[in-house]
């Protein structure tokens, strides 16, 4: 069965303290990883697509990357505006349309 | 900039009154979706379509239905809305225009409320 785990569930920093959100995933044949951004009351906001196991993305202090069981959402310098959680999802080569989300991790970063 | 509008943010409804959540998409997408989102659930897929008038179930059709009767806009019924059904409902869409790989947009979502 496709799925996607993340972890942690929560990660609370100080500002400028760095880290990296997991993202494990079990899909018969990848056809793309996506990761999200959700603001509290507010739908997910897209931040990358990464298609290929070594493949990664930037923005700002955004960082994502990927193997072939996971990706990593690296956060450099956070700043409480990066305060959401943070989505990863799937797409299976056998599922069609289907993507197939994890559960989040909610970050709070602390000014 | 692009947008998808959902008719509501917040609905209360009594258990057994149908239900409609419009969603509109000013993409031009041909892939449009409903989800719902529960606490430590994720988003799970309820219907999406890829096309006018077609749909396909998603992980947890029972209870719901779609329409989409014009390229812009995907409909959600609550057919019987129950209690199980209050929570988060999101729509989103997506270009076909690099195959079917492609990122998804998402609305603001409805939270909704059976009682």
């Known amino acids: 069965e496709d799925q996607v785990t993340q972890s942690p569930e929560a990660l609370r920093l100080q500002e400028g303290e760095s880290s990296s959100l997991n993202c494990s995933y079990t899909v018969s044949g990848l056809r793309g990883l996506f990761w999200y951004r959700q603001d509290p009351g507010k739908g997910p906001e897209f931040l990358f697509t990464?298609?290929?196991a070594g493949e990664e993305k930037e923005k700002e202090r955004l960082k994502a990357t990927l193997t072939k069981k996971e990706s990593f959402l690296h956060i450099t310098a956070p700043k409480p505006e990066d305060s959401a959680t943070y989505l990863c999802?799937?797409?299976?080569?056998?599922?069609?349309?289907?993507?197939?989300f994890g559960a989040g991790t909610r970050l709070f970063v602390k000014a | 900039d692009v947008k998808v509008t959902q008719s509501s943010r917040y609905l209360v409804k009594r258990t057994g009154e149908k239900v409609f959540l419009e969603c509109v998409q000013d993409?031009?997408?041909?892939?449009m979706f409903w989800y719902r989102q529960d606490p430590g659930l994720g988003l799970r897929l309820i219907y999406f379509s890829y096309d006018v008038k077609m749909k396909e179930k998603g992980d947890i059709p029972e209870g719901y239905s779609v329409s989409r009767e014009k390229k812009e806009r995907f409909s959600l019924i609550l057919e019987s809305a129950s209690t199980n059904q209050t929570s988060m409902y999101l729509c989103?869409?997506?270009?076909?225009?690099?195959?079917?790989?492609?990122?998804?947009?998402f609305g603001p979502g409805t939270r909704l409320t059976v009682l």
């Open positions: 993409m031009d997408h041909e892939n």
């Open positions: 990464l298609y290929s």
């Open positions: 989103a869409s997506s270009s076909r225009d690099r195959g079917p790989y492609n990122e998804q947009f």
């Open positions: 999802a799937v797409q299976a080569q056998t599922g069609g349309f289907k993507t197939i």
